[in-house]
Each structure stands twice: as C-alpha cells, then as structure tokens.
C-alpha cells in the first residue's frame, strides 16, 4: 500500500505536472492477481483495485494500518467494472455482475476476491475509510441502484449518476459510493463545479478506449490545475478542490466521499464565471 499525505493548497499553487501527478493521480491500480492500494491522508480513504485472474485475492495490510485485520476500524464499498466476482465476506460468498456494488462493514475479518471466470476477470473497484460503527453486509444491483438523470445534448452532459451507498441507499458510517455513465455525445461531469469542504472524493475514470483521455480539472476555483487521465486510472480530491472532467469521448466514473456530512447534497455550488 502507497501511503500520500495531505497537500496544503498553497502548496499545490506551485506544483508542476508531475508533482500533481504524483500527489493526486493513481496510475496503476489493476494489475492480475495483485490487490493495489493508496492510502490518503484525506479523511484516511483507501483507494484501490484488485484483478483475480488464476488467485484469489485477499485483502490484508496490517503493517499499514496497524490492525489485527483489514475492517478492524474500518467499513468498504466495492464496485465491479469486470466479469463476474465473487466475493468472500467471512465465509459468506456474494456475487457481484458487472457494475454491481457490495457494502461490507466493520469487524469482518476476511475478505475474500475472485473471478468467476478467468477468461473474464473481474476487476474489483473499492474505498474504505474509519468506521465508528458495526453495519450488516449490504449488496445493490446496478438496476436496483437509485439513477439520476441529469444534463442535456445541447450541455454536452447527458449523463445517468447511480448511488449505491448514500442516504437513501446502502447505509454506511460516512462512506458515499456510486458511478455516473456518459450518453454518446457528452464529455462533460460536474459543470458547472462545485466543493465540499467537509469532505474529499476520489474519481475512478473507465470505459475509455485506449487512445481516448479525461481532463480532469481540480485545485480551488481562483486557481484551477488539470490533470490527464486515462482509462481505469483515479484521480484523489482534497476537499477544498473543485473535481470535474471532460473527455475527447464519453466515459463512466466512480465516486466516492468520505468525511464528517453524510448528505450527497451538502455542495458549495461554483459560478462558471468564477472560474479561474
């Protein structure tokens, strides 16, 4: 596991790209049969990503965290962009299709992480962070996720937002999950932008040809910064950023928060014109 501690934004005013880069973006999170981890000093969030192919996989990094187990202290929400996963909690086997989510709260002791079938992998998206409170195990159907429907062709933001664990959904302690798609046309999310100072967000961009790219635009709204980002790669949100993308095709991201406010709406809303 990558340890990244917090960046002040003063600071961020002078980084060049590749100290963005560096700071912010998680370049290589699936690779097969390994379990890829970032931990951020940004609300403590563990970002993540695990490829089973021919193994399984098992989640597990005492000398990081210092716990007996991986959710001694802590809660997770998966997301699966591959082939079909199972995923082992306890002894207890869930299965996940593709872009489906799985909650699993603090005190489970393993965890478990498969493909169905190693022709079709799954690739296994997850987020954890402190928990301060013991949650049953928890699994949404894409389907059955609660959809958004929001922009216009005209914006160039068509776009569905799907929230698993929220509110309204999935109950967790302070974790918020969920994906949005891109209709074909749009290239735009979060426009106009917006912040939340209670709590950060971390993006995973995917679905993206090879070729294709996100401008992901970041820093605070009188001092904005860009990163470029590529298919299956994250980019972490301090909590005093703006986070908004757009693309040279449509994509599909996952975001998640974490942080003290536990409402999908708690946003201070940005002007375009205030923009700099």
């Given at each position: 596991m990558?340890?990244?501690?917090?960046?002040?934004?003063?600071?961020?005013?002078?980084?060049?790209?590749?100290k963005?880069?560096?700071?912010?973006?998680?370049?290589?999170?699936?690779?097969?049969?390994?379990?890829?981890?970032?931990?951020s000093?940004?609300?403590?969030?563990?970002?993540?990503?695990?490829l089973?192919?021919?193994?399984?996989?098992t989640?597990?990094?005492?000398?990081t965290?210092?716990?007996?187990?991986?959710?001694?202290?802590?809660e997770?929400?998966?997301?699966?962009?591959?082939?079909?996963a199972?995923?082992?909690?306890?002894g207890?086997?869930?299965?996940?299709?593709?872009?489906?989510?799985?909650?699993?709260?603090?005190?489970?002791?393993?965890?478990?992480l498969?493909?169905?079938?190693?022709?079709?992998p799954?690739?296994?998206?997850?987020?954890?962070?402190?928990?301060?409170?013991?949650?049953?195990?928890?699994k949404?159907?894409?389907?059955n996720?609660?959809p958004l429907?929001?922009?216009?062709k005209?914006a160039?933001n068509?776009?569905?937002?799907?929230?698993?664990?929220?509110e309204g959904?999935l109950?967790?302690c302070?974790?918020?999950?969920?994906l949005?798609i891109?209709?074909?046309?749009s290239?735009?999310n979060t426009?106009?932008?917006?912040?939340?100072?209670?709590?950060?967000e971390?993006?995973?961009?995917?679905d993206?040809?090879?070729?294709?790219?996100?401008?992901?635009?970041?820093?605070?709204?009188?001092?904005?910064?860009h990163?470029?980002?590529?298919?299956?790669?994250?980019v972490?949100?301090?909590?005093?950023?703006?986070?908004s993308?757009?693309?040279?095709?449509n994509?599909?991201?996952?975001?998640?928060?974490?942080?003290e406010n536990?409402?999908?709406?708690?946003?201070?809303?940005?002007?375009?014109?205030d923009?700099?």
């Amino acid at each position: 596991m990558e340890v990244r501690h917090a960046s002040h934004p003063e600071d961020v005013k002078r980084f060049d790209t590749n100290k963005l880069r560096e700071r912010f973006l998680i370049e290589d999170l699936f690779a097969s049969d390994q379990v890829n981890m970032v931990y951020s000093h940004y609300d403590r969030m563990i970002i993540g990503g695990a490829l089973p192919v021919d193994k399984t996989l098992t989640l597990d990094e005492k000398d990081t965290l210092k716990t007996e187990f991986f959710l001694e202290r802590r809660e997770i929400g998966f997301i699966n962009i591959g082939g079909p996963a199972v995923i082992e909690v306890d002894g207890e086997s869930y299965e996940l299709s593709r872009l489906d989510a799985l909650y699993v709260g603090r005190g489970k002791e393993q965890l478990k992480l498969s493909s169905v079938d190693s022709n079709q992998p799954a690739k296994l998206y997850f987020c954890s962070c402190p928990a301060h409170e013991k949650l049953p195990v928890q699994k949404a159907a894409i389907e059955n996720a609660n959809p958004l429907n929001l922009g216009s062709k005209d914006a160039c933001n068509e776009r569905t937002i799907y929230q698993y664990i929220h509110e309204g959904g999935l109950k967790s302690c302070q974790l918020m999950l969920g994906l949005t798609i891109l209709k074909s046309g749009s290239i735009w999310n979060t426009m106009p932008a917006h912040i939340h100072d209670r709590r950060m967000e971390a993006y995973l961009y995917f679905d993206l040809e090879e070729q294709a790219r996100v401008l992901h635009l970041m820093g605070e709204p009188n001092e904005t910064r860009h990163i470029i980002v590529k298919n299956e790669q994250a980019v972490i949100s301090p909590s005093w950023s703006i986070h908004s993308g757009s693309g040279t095709s449509n994509y599909s991201f996952i975001w998640a928060m974490a942080g003290e406010n536990y409402t999908f709406k708690d946003m201070d809303m940005i002007n375009i014109e205030d923009l700099k």
